[in-house]
């Protein structure tokens, strides 16, 4: 039995900047073009795109948690050598293609019914709001089906590549999305530029994972493959299901409960305020399929430094950030979305930037515990999360409007710490005593409210926006520097600095 390569510290690095990568370079694409599409589009019509640029990430949730089963299943497997390609990934790729056909027709079937309750019919006309339902249950099966390539990717943690493709791809979707909608294309030919990207992705992530894979064996479907994981599998399908309602489908629910122009300025606070979130699960992406291998070796110690160490990441990445966005939303949307950038469009981001950060500190336990093959806390609470969602955009929509929306995610997001506390009692695997951490987190947080207090005024532009900004953040880090009470990631970074810097004054 080959064991499994050892992972360095700076090999784990080196996957958390792709996962940085992953998601800072979509957002920058994204932050520069909303504006533009909102403007050209309107806040409904914006809604509408917004709900159907969805419709991908809602593909991936409707695997019946195949996907996830899959990526422990090739994680463990990849240890010992490459995947059975016909056996194996073959028998995986004709239950993805048959649930790809079920979801798929499903949502064609459904289009009408769909179009009139998103309020798509009475915003388009009925017609055009069917056509595009059925391209977007067209997007559903081809994201389903094609979906298996990525996923030898993720367990090989092929993180660079991952990266490149969802960028681009995400490039080319929003930068296709506004030449098409500036030349008055109807959004229809958005959802077909969407499948072509799929393809294409899938194709170059085929040609990216085929060295993990053999093909020495003639193709043979057996059932019993991906059913041998079928109470994991089912597990993470529940847990799938509620997180697609709490954090894709909430559009969707706001759009049928209130108007697509309220899911439209739902989503401009949204597409910012989940940053912290996506940016955690795409740091810490890599932590599934290390941890799927070190439980299938029964290495607890080093799960337990793992986990530790993404606790500790998570806080510094996400607490600095925190107050400068609270305390400079308001110049920010105005710069941003000028007349749209209202005083509640504000309110309603800062409400959501506190409900997502609070959703974060439940990441890695959650990697983790799903990776032990234990499924069921997780999907207790994405249900509780779900069901708080539906009862209360059901309740304060009608109501409140974008304000009843946010109150409503507040509450749900509420439950992860309830959930963090569960998953970690059930992983049993110690906590190290970090009061010296915290200590540091809340200087670090005094010094940045300071600085802030005496900067923000200065904020006319763009430049000192940045300025300001970047000087919060700063002080979070720098007076934490200087008193010794960094964590003990962020001192190989500094380390890491330092020897660049040495490396680049040295002798030429």
């Given at each position: 039995?080959?064991?499994?390569?050892?992972?360095?510290?700076?090999r784990?690095?080196?996957?958390?900047?792709?996962?940085l990568?992953?998601?800072?370079?979509?957002l920058?694409?994204?932050?520069?073009?909303?504006?533009?599409?909102l403007?050209?589009?309107?806040?409904?019509?914006?809604?509408?795109?917004?709900?159907?640029?969805?419709?991908?990430?809602i593909?991936?949730?409707?695997?019946?948690?195949?996907?996830?089963?899959?990526?422990?299943?090739?994680?463990?497997?990849?240890?010992?050598g490459?995947?059975?390609?016909?056996?194996?990934?073959f028998?995986?790729?004709?239950?993805?293609?048959?649930?790809?056909?079920?979801?798929?027709?499903?949502?064609?079937l459904?289009?009408?019914?769909?179009?009139?309750?998103l309020?798509?019919?009475?915003?388009?006309?009925?017609d055009?709001?069917?056509?595009?339902?059925r391209?977007?249950?067209?997007?559903?099966?081809?994201?389903l089906?094609?979906?298996?390539?990525?996923?030898v990717?993720?367990?090989?943690?092929?993180?660079?590549?991952?990266?490149?493709?969802?960028?681009?791809?995400?490039?080319?979707?929003?930068?296709?999305?506004?030449?098409?909608?500036?030349?008055?294309?109807?959004?229809?030919?958005?959802?077909?530029?969407?499948?072509?990207?799929?393809?294409?992705s899938?194709?170059?992530?085929?040609?990216?994972?085929?060295?993990?894979?053999?093909?020495?064996?003639?193709?043979?479907?057996?059932?019993?493959?991906?059913?041998?994981?079928a109470?994991?599998?089912?597990?993470?399908?529940?847990?799938?299901?509620?997180?697609?309602?709490a954090?894709?489908?909430?559009?969707?629910?706001?759009?049928?409960?209130?108007?697509?122009?309220?899911?439209?300025?739902?989503?401009?606070?949204?597409?910012?305020?989940?940053?912290?979130?996506?940016?955690?699960?795409a740091?810490?992406?890599?932590?599934?399929?290390?941890?799927?291998?070190?439980?299938a070796?029964?290495?607890?110690?080093?799960?337990?430094?793992?986990l530790?160490?993404?606790?500790?990441?998570?806080?510094?990445?996400?607490?600095?950030?925190l107050?400068p966005a609270?305390?400079?939303?308001?110049?920010?949307?105005?710069?941003?979305l000028?007349?749209?950038?209202?005083?509640?469009?504000?309110?309603?981001?800062?409400?959501?930037?506190?409900?997502?950060?609070?959703?974060?500190?439940?990441?890695?336990?959650?990697?983790?515990?799903?990776?032990?093959?234990?499924?069921?806390?997780?999907a207790?609470?994405?249900?509780?999360?779900?069901?708080?969602?539906i009862?209360?955009?059901?309740?304060?929509?009608?109501?409140?409007?974008?304000?009843?929306?946010?109150?409503?995610i507040?509450?749900?997001m509420?439950?992860?710490?309830?959930?963090?506390?569960?998953?970690?009692?059930?992983?049993a695997?110690?906590?190290?005593?970090?009061?010296?951490?915290?200590?540091?987190?809340?200087?670090?947080?005094?010094?940045?409210?300071g600085?802030?207090?005496?900067?923000?005024?200065?904020?006319v532009?763009?430049?000192?926006?940045?300025?300001?900004?970047?000087?919060?953040?700063?002080?979070?880090?720098?007076?934490?520097?200087?008193?010794?009470?960094?964590?003990?990631?962020?001192?190989?970074?500094?380390?890491?600095?330092r020897?660049?810097?040495?490396?680049?004054?040295?002798?030429?």
């Amino acid at each position: 039995m080959a064991a499994s390569p050892v992972r360095t510290p700076r090999r784990f690095s080196v996957q958390a900047f792709w996962g940085l990568a992953s998601w800072l370079l979509p957002l920058v694409v994204v932050f520069l073009l909303t504006p533009q599409l909102l403007h050209q589009l309107g806040t409904a019509r914006f809604g509408v795109l917004m709900i159907v640029l969805i419709t991908p990430i809602i593909a991936t949730q409707l695997d019946l948690g195949l996907g996830s089963s899959a990526v422990r299943r090739f994680a463990a497997g990849l240890s010992q050598g490459p995947l059975d390609g016909a056996r194996l990934l073959f028998s995986y790729f004709c239950v993805f293609c048959a649930i790809a056909l079920l979801f798929g027709t499903a949502v064609a079937l459904g289009a009408e019914w769909l179009a009139a309750t998103l309020g798509f019919s009475e915003l388009l006309g009925r017609d055009t709001a069917v056509e595009l339902i059925r391209w977007c249950a067209l997007w559903v099966a081809v994201s389903l089906a094609t979906g298996l390539p990525a996923l030898v990717a993720r367990a090989a943690q092929s993180f660079a590549w991952l990266t490149a493709v969802q960028t681009a791809s995400t490039v080319v979707l929003w930068v296709g999305a506004l030449l098409l909608v500036g030349a008055g294309f109807p959004l229809r030919d958005i959802v077909i530029l969407g499948i072509a990207i799929s393809v294409a992705s899938t194709a170059v992530m085929a040609f990216v994972a085929h060295r993990a894979v053999r093909w020495d064996t003639p193709l043979s479907f057996q059932l019993s493959l991906p059913m041998e994981d079928a109470r994991f599998a089912s597990g993470m399908f529940a847990t799938q299901i509620a997180s697609a309602i709490a954090f894709q489908a909430d559009r969707i629910l706001i759009s049928s409960f209130g108007s697509p122009a309220i899911a439209g300025a739902y989503s401009l606070c949204v597409t910012l305020a989940n940053k912290p979130l996506a940016a955690v699960a795409a740091i810490t992406s890599f932590a599934y399929p290390h941890a799927s291998g070190l439980h299938a070796t029964g290495a607890r110690e080093q799960l337990s430094a793992l986990l530790h160490a993404l606790d500790r990441a998570v806080v510094v990445l996400v607490v600095p950030i925190l107050l400068p966005a609270l305390w400079l939303a308001h110049p920010f949307f105005e710069l941003w979305l000028g007349a749209y950038g209202t005083p509640d469009l504000v309110l309603a981001f800062k409400i959501l930037l506190v409900a997502f950060a609070m959703t974060t500190f439940a990441v890695p336990a959650s990697h983790v515990l799903a990776a032990s093959g234990r499924s069921g806390p997780a999907a207790a609470f994405s249900w509780l999360t779900a069901i708080t969602v539906i009862v209360g955009i059901v309740a304060l929509v009608p109501a409140y409007g974008l304000l009843g929306a946010v109150v409503a995610i507040f509450a749900a997001m509420s439950t992860t710490f309830a959930f963090s506390i569960v998953a970690r009692r059930t992983l049993a695997l110690g906590r190290p005593p970090r009061w010296r951490f915290w200590a540091g987190v809340l200087v670090g947080v005094s010094v940045q409210a300071g600085v802030l207090w005496l900067m923000a005024t200065e904020v006319v532009g763009w430049v000192t926006l940045i300025w300001v900004g970047t000087a919060g953040w700063g002080a979070f880090f720098l007076v934490r520097a200087a008193l010794k009470l960094l964590s003990p990631e962020e001192v190989r970074v500094f380390n890491l600095l330092r020897q660049t810097d040495s490396s680049r004054d040295g002798p030429r």
